[in-house]
């Protein structure tokens, strides 16, 4: 019963699926066509493909960036590309997202493995993903063009964007923990490579790389702010010593 469950593509009541918790009301599903490790090589393969091409224009448009500047491009590509597209896709096809079966729409159902709430349209992950997917995609594509520029506006945003990201992400851990600890929910199947894998690590790292970067632009700003202050003193001091002489 189990391999028909996770295997068959027929269209199953909804009350029969492999998404915890397992009284979750999942209307329509279809079990995906493709195995995971298909799945998750093609998307690999489709970040590989991204990256290449966003580091030959970099070198093309600005050949003598630091390689720290050329790696914070390549990240908020990628992350750019993934809220824009893969998210925005979630907030647009959340209602129909158990029965869908092209290459977004079996990610997120092997992504449910870990996190039902993606194929029920629970409220919190809709509109999380949805305001990330509208503010945080375009803006991270804005940064990665203000870094290949070199423009003083790389910094407020940068560091706008990543506040941003380590927030929703927060919230995203801190309210399934919520429902799972206080209210007996739970929304992860058993396995562990599930939760750590996908749930844990695939979140975690907008919480490491947004953090960092973080810190990096508030640093900057901080230094800058103190130089200019210097100038300032200074410029006020000579403005001084000239009207006594």
């Known amino acids: 019963m189990a391999d028909y469950i996770?295997?068959?593509?027929?269209?199953?009541?909804?009350a029969i699926h492999p998404f915890y918790p397992l009284e979750?009301?999942?209307?329509g599903y279809l079990a995906n066509q493709w195995s995971a490790p298909i799945l998750l090589g093609i998307f690999a393969g489709g970040w590989l493909v991204i990256l290449g091409i966003t580091l030959a224009l970099v070198r093309t448009h600005n050949p003598n960036l630091p390689s720290r500047d050329k790696a914070t491009i390549l990240w908020f590509v990628l992350t750019g590309t993934i809220h824009l597209f893969f998210e925005g896709y979630f907030a647009f096809n959340h209602a129909n997202m158990p029965g869908k079966?092209?290459?977004?729409?079996q990610l997120w159902k092997e992504y449910s493995f870990s996190d039902s709430r993606y194929l029920t349209s629970e409220s919190f992950v809709l509109c999380m993903e949805t305001v990330t997917a509208v503010c945080w995609g375009p803006?991270?594509?804005a940064v990665a063009l203000l870094i290949t520029y070199e423009h003083p506006l790389r910094h407020p945003l940068q560091a706008l964007v990543s506040l941003g990201q380590i927030y929703g992400d927060v919230l995203y851990y801190a309210t399934s923990m919520f429902d799972h600890y206080v209210k007996g929910l739970t929304y992860c199947r058993p396995e562990a490579y599930y939760f750590w894998g996908?749930?844990?690590?695939?979140n975690f790292i907008w919480i490491v790389i947004p953090g960092i970067l973080l810190y990096s632009s508030i640093s900057l700003s901080?230094?800058?702010?103190?130089?200019?202050d210097q100038q300032t003193r200074t410029a006020q001091g000579n403005g001084h010593l000239k009207k006594s002489d």
């Open 24 to 27: 979750a009301n999942i209307v």
């Open 101 to 105: 079966q092209d290459l977004f729409g």
């Open 198 to 202: 996908y749930y844990f690590f695939m």
């Open 6 to 14: 996770l295997n068959s593509s027929t269209k199953l009541p909804q």
């Open 222 to 228: 901080a230094k800058a702010f103190k130089v200019l």
């Open 139 to 141: 803006l991270s594509f």
